[in-house]
Structures are given as C-alpha cells and as structure tokens.
C-alpha cells in the first residue's frame, strides 16, 4: 500500500489583547503513526481540528499526497467529508440511543451490495468485539466504547486517521491494552495514524515518529526514541 504524505503548514490565531495563542507549525507525516506530543494548552488538538477540517487555519495549505484540503493562497477549502479522514474524538462521542454497530456504520461508504456492513464486522471481528454489535454505548465498558469509535472512524475507508487522546478516559490497565490493539490495528490496516497524546507511555511504544509540540510551534520533529530519551 503506497502511502500519501500528509503535508500542513497551519498559522491560526486565537483570543485577543494580551490572551492571544497562536498555532504556528508545518508537520509532515506518513506511514505508520506519527504522534503529536506534548502538553495540554500546546495547540495538538487544534493542529488536527484544522487537517480535518472542523477548524480554518488563517492562513497555510494542508494537502494528503495530491489531493489539497486547505489553501489560503488559492482559497480552497474542502468541507469534512471530503477530506477522506477518520477521527476518534477524546470522549468517543457515541450516539446514545444507537446499538455499538450501528454508531460504527454511521458514515460510512456503504451502498447495496453490503459492502459498509461487512466492513464493520470485520472490524469489529478485528478488536475482539463482535458480542458488542448489538448493545447501546451505556452497556459497553471505557475500552469496548473506544474500540467502537476506532471502527466507526476506521469504516468510512479513511485516507488518514486522526485520534485525539482517545486513551485518556480509560484506566491504566485498558490503556495498555488498547495502546497495543492501536499499534497492531495500524499495521493491519496499513492507514497512517496522527496520534496526539501527552502520555509519555502511549508515546513511546506507538510513535515511530514524533513532532513535539510547544507553544504551538513545533519544538522538534524526527525519531521518537530520540525525542523522548531527551525529555525529561
């Protein structure tokens, strides 16, 4: 699977007088999962609200191989569903009164033949919750409703995934568990992943490359190994 290079140069400012915060960065990313690292308050949220477009940078250009999301300069701007990205939110945002399998069929590419259907089960079958299928988000347990929102981004056939601390509502021993089903979902999916997290852990065993965020710029980019053996 030939992977696309995700290419951004974000500039965004918000609040005014002296509360101002400017996000500030160009990030490149492609195979594998790439992870934005650093504090909260560093703008990784906002970096990844404007590659989805849910956010609109002041100016820059973010691009997915040929294919342009945003343009200040040429005044391109693609709306969310046709940027062709997943994104797993930090608090999973399941649709309450609907069962586990049909919040992972919601957006998806699907049509006649079946095939968004079958997508999910396989998915599903993927991460171990297949009994899931027919309960609501309330009957499912932390990692059973995170796993339903990995395959609910996961089915609409993303060119990118985008997952915004999807660990951080869980307790230590599903996060150690689900940081390894992130990492081997990856693989098998051959998807590229941008991963924004602060947890050193999560960092260290998904990231095979970092850009460290601060302030909102970025502070470093390269080899995670390397980045995180210098923090302290």
């Known amino acids: 699977m030939l992977t696309e290079i995700l290419d951004a140069r974000i500039r965004k400012r918000f609040g005014s007088g002296g509360s101002v915060v400017e996000i500030d960065v160009h990030i490149q990313a492609n195979d594998g999962i790439t992870v934005l690292f650093g504090p909260s308050g560093a703008g990784k949220t906002s970096i990844l609200r404007a590659v989805a477009g849910i956010m609109i940078p002041d100016e ?8 342009v999301f945003f343009d200040s300069s040429s005044g391109v701007n693609l709306p969310m569903r046709r940027r062709e990205v997943g994104y797993v939110f930090q608090n999973h945002l399941l649709f309450p009164h609907m069962t586990a399998e049909q919040n992972a069929l919601y957006g998806a590419r699907g049509d006649a033949d079946g095939s968004a259907h079958e997508r999910v089960r396989s998915l599903f079958a993927m991460m171990g919750i297949e009994k899931t299928a027919a309960r609501r988000p309330r009957e499912l347990s932390g990692g059973e409703q995170q796993r339903v929102a990995l395959a609910r981004a996961l089915a609409t056939d993303p060119a990118i995934m985008l997952l915004d601390e999807p660990l951080s509502s869980v307790d230590a021993a599903t996060r150690e568990r689900l940081t390894e089903e992130i990492a081997d979902i990856q693989r098998r ?3 590229p992943f941008l991963y924004v997290t602060h947890n050193h852990a999560e960092a260290r065993r998904l990231g095979k490359t970092m850009i460290l965020i601060s302030e ?7 080899d995670a190994t390397e980045i995180l053996g210098a923090q302290p």
Do not use: E, N, S
Not at 60 to 67: D, E, F, P, Q, S
Not at 216 to 222: I, M
């Open 189 to 191: 999916t051959g998807v």
């Open 60 to 67: 820059g250009r973010i691009a997915l191989g040929k294919t």
């Open 216 to 222: 909102g710029k970025v502070a470093r980019q390269g």
